[in-house]
């Protein structure tokens, strides 16, 4: 069974910083496509960074600058680095593997698709 599991979210003040992980267990190869999104109450599940198996990315406008997402691939894991937080960055953030973010970048559909469970990250004024 494929899992991704985050961690690393929290309550940091403004202008604070916080690195996210996504370790991905339960298959055996890597997966070419994996992006972090996230979702304020209310609003829709929004794609925050991405980045392909040979390194590639793409970042919302919003957090370009401030955000930086990489991979391990001998780990399984995906990071997104935040820095500068900002209140509007308060939201749950999910890690996603496959097609929702394979489309995102314009990519080919893999033809499968895995969430995490969310990580709370809170950004204080």
């Known amino acids: 069974q494929v899992q991704l599991v985050e961690s690393g979210g929290g309550l940091v003040q403004t202008g604070g910083s916080l690195r996210l992980s996504c370790v991905v267990s339960?298959?055996?190869?890597?997966?070419?496509?994996m992006g972090w999104y996230r979702q304020a109450p209310g609003k829709p599940r929004d794609l925050v960074a991405a980045?392909?198996?040979?390194?590639?990315?793409k970042y919302a406008y919003s957090v370009k600058g401030r955000f930086t997402i990489s991979r391990d691939n001998a780990k399984n894991t995906v990071y997104l680095q935040m820095t500068s937080l900002k209140p509007d960055d308060t939201a749950v953030y999910y890690c996603?593997?496959?097609?929702?973010?394979?489309?995102?970048?314009?990519?080919?559909?893999?033809?499968?698709?895995?969430w995490g469970q969310g990580t709370q990250v809170t950004v204080s004024s």
């Open positions: 996603n593997g496959g097609d929702t973010t394979a489309q995102a970048m314009g990519l080919a559909k893999l033809g499968y698709n895995y």
């Open positions: 980045v392909t198996d040979g390194g590639f990315t």
């Open positions: 339960g298959i055996s190869f890597s997966i070419n496509t």
